[in-house]
Each structure stands twice: as C-alpha cells, then as structure tokens.
C-alpha cells in the first residue's frame, strides 16, 4: 500500500482548522487535525511544504516509523509546529489503519476499558447569578463536570468569559488583531472564592467542579489559590502557573491539595516528564492536536499511568472535530483515563465535519464507525475561507504584558 496523495485542507467554517488528508493507491483516505490556534498558517507550510512531499509514496501501515522518520529526520525538535504537523499525519495514518482493518480507532487501542467517556463543558458567567443560571443549564443537559470561569469585578473582560449568547461555543481567537485585555491578579484571587462557594452551595458536592487558571499566577499565588479552594473540593485548577515552568509545581504541591492539571500548550513528552515522574500534577492535559498524535499521545498517557497521573484531555473549540474524536478513541481505551474537555465547535462546523461521535448525559462516545469515524466534506470546506484571527493578550495596570 503507498500514499499517493497528502493535502491540507484549509477551512473556517466558525473558525479555522487545518485539515490534513492522506489517500492511499487503494482509495482510502485518513484525516488528521493540524489546526494551530492564532498560527494556523505556519503549519499548513510545515506540512505542505516540507512534510507532505516526503509522505507521497510511503506505505501507510508504517505508523511508527513514519512518526520517528517525521521527527528525528528534521533534526529540529519538538515545538508547537512540528508537532502538531507530525500529530496530523499521525491521526490520519491511524484513520487509514482502522479503515483497512474494518475497525474504530479505539479498538486497534486494546479495545474499550469503559463504557463512555467522562467530559466536563464550559460554563462561564460574566457575574455569580449568570454563572448560576448556565451551571443550572449544563447540568438540565446531563453533564456531570462543568468548568467554571466568572467575570472578575472591575476587569471588563477576561479569559474564559464572554458577553456573548450562551450558546454560542465561547472562540477567544475572534479578532484580525491582537485584542489588549486588562488584568488584575489580586482583584481575581479575591473574587475566585467566593464564585466556588456560591456554585458548590447551590448544587451540592457531587457535581465536579473544575476551573482553568490560564498561567496567569506567580507559584505562591497558585498556591493561596488552591488552598482557598480546598473546602470547595475541586477536580482540578488547571495551568495554574505559566506550564513550561515545571519546578513552579514543587513549590505549589507543598501547599495545597487540590488536584493541579497542565499540559494543553506542551507537545512532547519531554516537556511533562518530570511533572509526572514526581507527581507534581495530577492530570496530564496534552491533546491528540498537538502533541504528536495518537502514537505520541499513548506514550505521555502510559508514562502519566505509571505515577498515578489521569489524563485529562485538552478538547477545545479550537482543536477540530477530527482532534476531538481521535481523542474519544484514546480516553476510551487507556487504563489511567480521568476526564475529557469538550467544549463544542462554533459556526457552521457540521457543513464541513461529519462525524460519529455522540454524547449521553455525562458521557461520551467515539461510535463504531472504522477509523476515527470523521469525514470532511471538500465542496463545503471550500465556502468557508480563511481568515487571519488572533488570540487575545493581556498587560497588568501598570501596562506590562501578562499571560492571558
Ligand atoms: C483553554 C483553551 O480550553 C482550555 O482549557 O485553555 O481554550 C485555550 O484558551 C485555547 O485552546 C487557546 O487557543
Ligand atoms: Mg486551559
């Protein structure tokens, strides 16, 4: 069997994605997520033009050697770009194996370790009453996990929180330019308290309640933080400090006993290794996008299984639907699963993802279909073209930049 054809698919049905498809010299096609939130161009060159020429005539079943051929033959390591190009064409030779074999991706995993897979939703309020109302709304609708950001008083906008319709799936990246927003560490280690014991008092301690913290706090800030949090009882905060700074967490787990969670922004296993070896974190959140595929993915979740550290999935709106099914394949399969992000998809994203996936109150399911069970519908993809947009940035009152 041999490639014959790799293209990257350029769409912005809501938002944009990158798409790579493979098609074999026996006509079947596998897809793969290379969708980089804000750099999104930067990748579609790293495969088109230096990744996609190697893969024409390479045989598909060779997943390994095609990942380490990818990796170790750019001499350049690791890195946002690379990885989430090696992790496209990653996905879409496992969709192509499953395909073949007549199987769901999960089952070429060693088969279903659960029923379904737990997922947590955004809920985010711009003040405590309409955080309230939407947390209400969530659990009406079955989930079980709901993360929760509220508006902080005296910031008129900050990560996570939007005066937009509820449902619309919140998409930061909404602007040709660089939104300047405002931020205010001690107005928001006051505020975050007290929105934990207003949602845990008005639903009880059964609901799993997480929260993202987005790098924005100094370690002993952090570590006040989840101390203030502990009667709250909290599944997680996550990147409670900048996530490259893995001795930050020494410092934090010295303090504090609700559960930390980092990941989403590394794309190697060497960017985590030693906050799993020393249990500094309690779930590990690298995606399927962007680090490096399902068969990188196995590697961080399998070390992640040795020290008692869960995964925890990074599932935004911002990763396609391609990135989240191949990512329902792996929670449903690994031993260590802990929970999976899943935030939804804005826009006309069904005009141009078709997908298997399904949800059932709390849980949720990659379905039977071979393959990761997405297509993509070229005709579609090509009505909605690209358009540069940007992630927000954030500087402090005394006008410095700060992580948003
Ligand atoms: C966030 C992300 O979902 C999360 O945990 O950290 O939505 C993040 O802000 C985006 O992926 C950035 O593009
Ligand atoms: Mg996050």
């Known amino acids: 069997m041999k490639i014959v054809e790799a293209k990257v698919i350029v769409t912005s049905p809501g938002r944009n994605y990158v798409t790579l498809k493979l098609t074999t010299d026996e006509g079947v096609t596998g897809l793969g997520d290379a969708t980089l939130n804000g750099r999104e161009l930067a990748v579609v060159s790293y495969l088109r033009d230096h990744v996609c020429p190697l893969l024409v005539g390479r045989d598909p079943q060779r997943i390994e050697d095609t990942w380490q051929y990818l990796y170790k033959g750019a001499y350049w390591r690791r890195g946002p770009v690379g990885m989430a190009a090696i992790a496209a064409v990653d996905v879409a030779l496992w969709d192509i194996k499953g395909k073949v074999a007549g199987l769901p991706v999960y089952q070429l995993l060693g088969g ?18 309409e955080l309230l109302d939407r947390v209400a709304r ?5 989930y079980a996990a709901v993360r929760i950001q509220a508006g902080i ?28 927003q405002l931020w205010d560490t001690a107005a928001y280690l006051e505020s975050v308290p007290a929105v934990a014991a207003a949602v845990r008092e008005r639903f009880g301690p059964a609901l799993h309640l997480l929260h993202d913290v987005h790098h924005r706090l100094t370690p002993i800030e952090a570590a006040r933080l989840g101390q203030a949090l502990e009667p709250y009882r909290f599944f997680w905060i996550e990147d409670p400090t900048p996530a490259e700074d893995q001795d930050a967490f020494r410092l934090i787990r010295q303090h504090t006993v609700t559960p930390l969670a980092t990941g989403e922004v590394f794309n190697s296993i060497w960017d985590c290794q030693t906050l799993i070896t020393e249990r500094l974190i309690d779930y590990i959140r690298t995606s399927v996008g962007h680090a490096g595929g399902i068969t990188h993915l196995r590697r961080i979740f399998d070390l992640a299984a040795l020290y008692g550290v869960k995964t925890g999935s990074h599932g935004p ?9 191949a990512a329902l394949h792996l929670d449903l399969a690994v031993p260590n699963f802990g929970i999976q992000e899943y935030m939804g998809h804005a826009g006309p994203w069904a005009d141009v993802f078709k997908t298997s996936y399904t949800r059932r109150g709390p849980l949720m399911h990659p379905g039977d279909e071979p393959g990761l069970g997405v297509e993509i519908d070229e005709e579609a993809a090509a009505a909605y073209g690209y358009e540069p947009r940007y992630l927000p940035y954030s500087r402090l009152r005394d006008g410095s930049i700060h992580d948003w």
């Open 112 to 129: 279903a370790s659960r029923d379904g897979v737990l997922v947590y939703c955004h809920v985010h309020g711009r003040d405590v009453p």
């Open 317 to 325: 709106g911002d990763l396609s639907p391609v990135s989240l099914a």
């Open 138 to 142: 969530a659990v009406d609708e079955g």
């Open 153 to 180: 008083p005296g910031l008129d906008k900050t990560y996570g929180v939007t005066d937009a319709d509820p449902d619309e799936v919140y998409e930061p990246a909404d602007a040709a330019r660089p939104e300047e």
